[in-house]
């Protein structure tokens, strides 16, 4: 006991930007059901947008011309496909790629029983080795934001790299005007099961915040009768004015930006920013 002590009060204190917690926890196989059944919840935006949101999202795409029947894409983060399972119905050529094992045999489950195409891939972004395979890449809800500005970087040159030429990358972030709606905080709960684990443990919850560098983090500690696990979930919040030198250092121009991905009009005091970017 005396060692788990320890830990939770070591992780009380703000860590180093970007320590990480524990690794690959969707591999624990009840954290990974908790995490397919919040993607399928339609009552909340918890994990993905609920199946209206994606419904016009995908519509707007389609109706605009972004994407077209026919072009070759690539879902980054797919989850349980979501959004393939659309795009494939129009007859686009979708790739949809995840890191967990137990979202992407659902979404093939749910691929075979609609006879549709789609090649999903259980992986790592860093490890793609596609190059100029694709019309569009597209990473949704904010994960672009999860990165720290050395692994963004490596990403967006994996994404360049996989891209056509002129092909286009759709991504959304979170703004700093959504963070100040979540002001820094702490909370526990004793629970006999739930999201973390299927027996009775304790949800230490902590945000820490880097306003300086638009930076904060979402940290739990469980605690149960094993000991002491910290999971922790990194943000980078941005705006038009500091994602846009980002994209173009890898070779993206900005094409088109809105506060979200069906088109609403952009204003710089949105929640969420939504872009369009084109491969030079």
């Given at each position: 006991m005396e060692d788990t002590f320890d830990k939770i009060y070591s992780w009380q204190e703000r860590p180093a930007l970007y320590a990480p917690g524990e690794p690959r926890f969707w591999d624990d196989p009840h954290i990974a059901r908790s995490m397919l059944a919040a993607h399928l919840d339609d009552s909340?935006?918890?994990?993905?947008?609920?199946?209206?949101?994606i419904d016009r999202t995908v519509h707007f795409w389609l109706d605009s011309g972004l994407i077209k029947p026919?072009?070759?894409?690539?879902d980054l983060g797919c989850g349980p496909g979501l959004y393939a399972e659309r795009l494939s119905r129009a007859g686009v050529h979708v790739t949809g790629i995840d890191l967990s094992e137990n979202s992407i045999r659902y979404a093939r489950e749910q691929?075979?029983?609609?006879?549709?195409s789609i090649d999903y891939r259980v992986m790592n972004f860093f490890d793609l080795k596609d190059r100029q395979n694709f019309d569009v890449v597209m990473q949704i809800y904010g994960e672009l934001n999860t990165f720290s500005d050395a692994d963004r970087d490596r990403l967006l040159t994996i994404i360049q790299r996989s891209l056509k030429p002129g092909g286009l990358f759709i991504?959304?972030?979170?703004?700093?005007?959504?963070?100040q709606k979540q002001q820094p905080g702490r909370s526990w709960s004793a629970e006999p099961e739930g999201f973390w684990r299927s027996h009775p443990h304790l949800v230490l919850e902590q945000t820490f915040a880097w306003p300086e560098q638009a930076v904060w983090l979402d940290q739990y500690i469980?605690?149960?009768?094993?000991?002491?696990?910290?999971?922790?979930?990194?943000?980078?919040?941005?705006c038009l004015e500091t994602i846009r030198p980002v994209l173009e250092k890898q070779g993206f121009v900005i094409q088109q930006a809105w506060n979200d991905l069906a088109g609403t009009p952009f204003t710089p005091d949105g929640d969420w920013l939504a872009l369009v970017s084109v491969k030079q």
């Open positions: 909340h935006d918890a994990a993905s947008r609920r199946s209206a949101v026919g072009d070759r894409l690539l691929a075979d029983s609609q006879n549709l991504c959304d972030l979170s703004t700093c005007r959504l963070r469980i605690v149960d009768r094993d000991g002491a696990k910290v999971y922790r979930n990194w943000f980078h919040d941005y």
